[in-house]
């Protein structure tokens, strides 16, 4: 298994700002995940972080308003920018890859916009 | 059309209940199936895989029937520690990359 840590847990954030959220794994994986799970509702895929690259986003996303990062095999940053009431939701970070056999889930930045 | 449609529930089912959830998929050519579960406020933890013939997990089994694009899963006798959501989950990609989530079906299970 892989244990992932994000970092902040939560926050609640005056809209018009930006909130960078931090992932990190314990080992090396191959693949890393962005996804959002809004109030009620299931995951969407926001993007895959590609190490080395940009990341390469689903339909509907876009890199002005969801910036990723992903320096080496370990770690990844989302920023949520310009935030408007309507980010409110939670975002998770996924990781595979690295000989595991499934796709584990980081426990999830849960944030407010006001 | 969701690419994954389930029935959202609640399932209110007494301890010891045998009970099913269904979920269709729209896309013939995917090619991983999975059940995940989540329970309130944490992350999604697979449950379990869905083969092509059915597998079984003690008191969980799954389903697959490609012609239907149709995935069920089967509690039986069911435990208070169950109560979660119940995530239908396919990968039109193969592997366990780029999966795509169904809205879940929540499961309460009552003394």
């Known amino acids: 298994s892989a244990v992932i840590s994000q970092k902040p847990s939560r926050d609640i954030c005056q809209r018009g700002t930006s909130l960078t959220i931090q992932c990190q794994v314990d080992?090396?994986?191959?693949?890393m995940f962005w996804y959002r799970q809004q109030p009620g509702q299931s995951l969407t895929l926001i993007a895959t972080?590609?190490?080395?690259?940009?990341?390469?986003?689903e339909s509907g996303f876009v890199i002005d308003k969801f910036p990723i990062s992903r320096p080496n095999l370990t770690f990844s940053t989302l920023t949520v920018s310009n935030m408007s009431p309507e980010d409110s939701s939670i975002y998770l970070c996924s990781v595979v890859g690295g000989g595991l056999t499934e796709q584990f889930f980081g426990p999830g930045t849960r944030l407010t916009v006001l | 059309r969701k690419e994954v449609e389930q029935d959202p529930g609640p399932f209110n089912v007494p301890e010891g209940a045998t009970v099913a959830f269904n979920c269709t998929y729209s896309?013939?050519?995917?090619?991983?199936f999975f059940w995940y579960r989540q329970d309130c406020r944490k992350e999604p933890k697979l449950l379990m895989s869905?083969?092509?013939s059915g597998n079984e997990d003690g008191r969980f089994t799954a389903q697959l029937n490609r012609a239907s694009q149709y995935i069920s899963l089967l509690i039986r006798d069911s435990k208070l520690s169950d109560s979660a959501t119940y995530l239908c989950?396919?990968?039109?990609?193969?592997?366990?990359?780029?999966?795509?989530f169904g809205a879940g079906t929540r499961l309460a299970v009552h003394p």
């Open positions: 869905v083969y092509s």
């Open positions: 989950v396919v990968n039109n990609a193969g592997g366990y990359n780029k999966l795509i």
């Open positions: 080992s090396q994986v191959t693949m």
């Open positions: 972080a590609n190490q080395g690259s940009e990341a390469t986003y």
């Open positions: 896309n013939s050519a995917s090619q991983s």
